[in-house]
């Protein structure tokens, strides 16, 4: 298999080639349609110049003066009417030509060899040094018939130009092959790069180090490829950590219960203490749980395969059943609840919004200060409904703020650690509010109190 660069580089090579003999064949083509009928009257006009000259002057040293005229740039036949044949400059490559071409022109005729010269497709006729490729004309001089054939002696005219236009050809070329080669590389190093890049990845190394500064579509796709291998990572991470966290959290209820059950097992166990241990051995396995049951309803949040079941449904009615069902908590704890519950209807699935304010109901009292204050209120705008949970609990810092979404966040604090909690709470209500097409507003302030604000739009189709 050829790599990349060598197929690039042999494809533009072979592109340059194709174009150079296309193009001279083009302006070959140009010659023998244009220039070469223009190339034969301007000779013509040459040689019938030199011929009236000749036969203007009665004591012309014909023979100095051909000499003179090769000298100046022309190959020169000629030929008397006794078939006495003198060549005059430099010779011609080719030197047949036809006896009754001659003739032709011994009997007064022109003779247009270079118009008549034969077309070839890669030798321009304007190079062709042949005795065929001349002009032919009659004159006398001192009574005697002369043929005199001539052409202009490229090599001598133009043989500076000859090297110059080679050096240049010559110059294009190796300078195109070598830049070709070079402006290749360039394209495909990245793609190397990022071959090589791809393979770490596929490896399990997301920690790769891209060295692409491009603003072009390599250096695109070489953004867009670090950005996928910087989401895997977290990805990765985020899944080790959920891994661990869930193992710690199902382990330290078990090993409770593990121990509590042991201590049943003795016999110098009194009623008391007995029932002490069943009750811990029971917070813990509904710990577990709803442990158990959190997970599972993140991961189905995760999928997001089977649809919101969305009804329209009485908000008010739902959030009172929430409240009611954790009355004894409130009245526990001495909370002073205030409630402002309009009638409202919201359409949304209501056993995942149920999720949503009884995570924030049990959050708003957990963390609340004992007899504290909670209200609850629904305010219904035009496009949407603010559901809010006030509470004059402990309250928490931004830096809080930013992660208490996070799956498994606890503030670490003394005051958090003594409530019970799995830090899968407020996570579960971002997943279902953002399926709602949701937002969620958070105010608070530390030792004051938080108020959590639910912002679903009325229209969520
Ligand atoms: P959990 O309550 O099980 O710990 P959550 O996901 O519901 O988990 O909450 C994450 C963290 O956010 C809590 O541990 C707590 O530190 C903080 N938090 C949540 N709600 C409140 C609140 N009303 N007042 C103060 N802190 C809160």
């Not at 110059?171 to 080669?181: A, E, K």
């Not at 890049?197 to 500064?213: Q, R």
């Not at 069943?278 to 158990?292: A, K, Q, V, Y």
């Amino acid at each position: 298999m050829k790599s990349l660069y060598v197929k690039l580089a042999i494809t533009t090579i072979a592109i340059m080639i194709a174009s150079s003999l296309i193009s001279f064949m083009f302006s070959n083509f140009y010659y023998q349609q244009k220039l070469k009928p223009d190339n034969d009257d301007k000779n013509t006009n040459i040689a019938l110049d030199m011929a009236s000259y000749v036969e203007s002057e009665e004591d012309l040293n014909l023979e100095r003066y051909l000499e003179h005229m090769a000298a100046v740039g022309y190959q020169i036949f000629l030929t008397d009417q006794d078939g006495n044949e003198t060549y005059y400059g430099n010779p011609f490559r080719d030197q047949s030509l036809p006896g009754e071409t001659i003739e032709l022109v011994l009997s007064g005729e022109v003779y247009h060899g270079i118009k008549q010269f034969p077309q070839e497709t890669f030798v321009t006729g304007f190079f062709a040094n042949e005795l065929t490729n001349t002009i032919g004309v009659p004159f006398e001089h001192n009574q005697i018939q002369y043929a005199l054939f001539i052409r202009p002696d490229i090599k001598l005219l133009f043989n500076e130009m000859h090297i110059l236009f080679a050096w240049i050809l010559v110059l294009t070329i190796v300078l195109s092959i070598i830049l070709v080669l070079i402006n290749t590389k360039f394209l495909v190093n990245p793609l190397s790069k990022l071959t090589a890049a791809t393979n770490e990845l596929s490896e399990g190394n997301f920690s790769i180090k891209l060295e692409i500064e491009r603003d072009d579509e390599i250096g695109k796709l070489a953004k867009g490829f670090k950005h996928m291998a910087e989401q895997l990572d977290k990805l990765d991470q985020t899944k080790n950590e959920f891994i661990s966290n869930v193992s710690h959290d199902i382990q330290s209820p078990l090993s409770n219960i593990k121990g509590y059950s042991n201590l049943l097992k003795k016999n110098t166990l009194n009623q008391e203490d007995k029932d002490l241990y069943i009750s811990i051995i029971n917070n813990e396995i509904n710990r577990l749980s709803n442990l158990t049951k959190q997970l599972l309803l993140l991961a189905s949040l995760d999928k997001q395969d089977d649809l919101l079941k969305k009804t329209t449904y009485s908000l008010s009615d739902q959030l009172k059943d929430v409240i009611f069902n954790h009355q004894w908590s409130i009245s526990e704890k001495g909370i002073m609840a205030s409630y402002s519950l309009p009638d409202t209807q919201i359409n949304g699935d209501r056993t995942l919004l149920y999720n949503v304010w009884e995570n924030l109901l049990t959050n708003a009292i957990k963390y609340n200060k004992e007899n504290g204050n909670l209200d609850i209120s629904i305010l219904e705008n035009e496009h949407d409904i603010d559901i809010r949970f006030k509470d004059s609990g402990i309250g928490f810092s931004e830096e809080v703020q930013e992660q208490m979404f996070d799956r498994f966040y606890r503030e670490d604090s003394s005051r958090t650690k003594e409530v019970e909690g799995t830090g899968l709470g407020l996570s579960i209500v971002a997943s279902i509010v953002d399926l709602h097409g949701g937002q969620i507003q958070i105010d608070s302030e530390k030792h004051v109190g938080s108020t959590f604000t639910i912002i679903l739009p009325k229209n969520t189709n």
